[in-house]
């Protein structure tokens, strides 16, 4: 037969209890010896108790603040992955947890993989946007007539709380459309007077 396994924190009582009770009797030891009497050993064993409650209040208070931490931490990264699902235009995302459950850790570990795979997409549409809105930037000032124009595509900012696709979309279009108005411009600055016809360029 196997031997019945005793729980880590019974135990770490019971030793701890062993432990106190062979200092608690090597200083009654002490004390007969020496002939302390029983107020001085009162008072020393109210010492003793007080600073074990200390120790042991400190260590709540710690294990408190772990805990508060961790369930900030969680509601954080729950935010987060809203805010992105809602920023990207996101229904769902394969993978992520419907139901968060366990212990807090856990429900740490669980959410992780999901944010991450959030935050990537995130980085992923930003780059679509700034080039986009760069490509937009040069042919307005092309059209403009600015002669001289600095490609800062990767300095572009992207402002707002919709990078979704639909959005990236109307930026296409409208880069469509001013590709457009540029061949046009071409085509009558070669052709004077002529009412420019010509074919839609490719899509961006």
């Known amino acids: 037969m196997g031997s019945v396994q005793t729980p880590i924190g019974i ?21 007969d010896e020496v002939g302390d009497d029983q107020f001085e050993r009162e008072k ?24 508060a931490q961790l369930h900030q931490e969680l509601a954080d990264s729950e935010a987060e992955f809203t805010h992105l699902l809602l920023l990207l235009d996101e229904r769902s ?3 992520r947890p419907e139901k968060m459950t366990g212990t807090l850790k856990e429900q740490l570990e669980s959410i992780a993989p999901a944010l991450r795979e959030m935050r990537i997409r995130k980085e992923e549409r930003e780059k679509q946007f700034r080039a986009v809105q760069g490509q937009i930037q040069k042919i307005s000032a092309e059209i403009a ?29 409208e880069l469509q459309r001013l590709q457009n108005e540029k061949v046009r411009m071409r085509y009558s600055t070669f052709v004077p007077g002529t009412i420019a016809k010509m074919p839609s360029t490719e899509r961006f």
């Open 44 to 67: 020393v064993l109210l010492d003793i108790e007080q600073e074990c409650l200390d120790v042991y209040r400190k260590k709540v208070d710690n294990a408190n603040i772990s805990r």
């Open 145 to 173: 007539g600015e002669s001289e124009y600095n490609d800062l595509s990767s300095n572009v900012l992207v402002h707002g709380n919709d990078l979704s696709l639909k959005k990236l979309e109307e930026y296409q279009n």
């Open 93 to 95: 995302l394969p993978g």
């Open 11 to 31: 135990r770490s009582s019971a030793l701890l209890e062993t432990s106190c009770g062979y200092l608690l009797q090597e200083l009654q030891m002490i004390w």
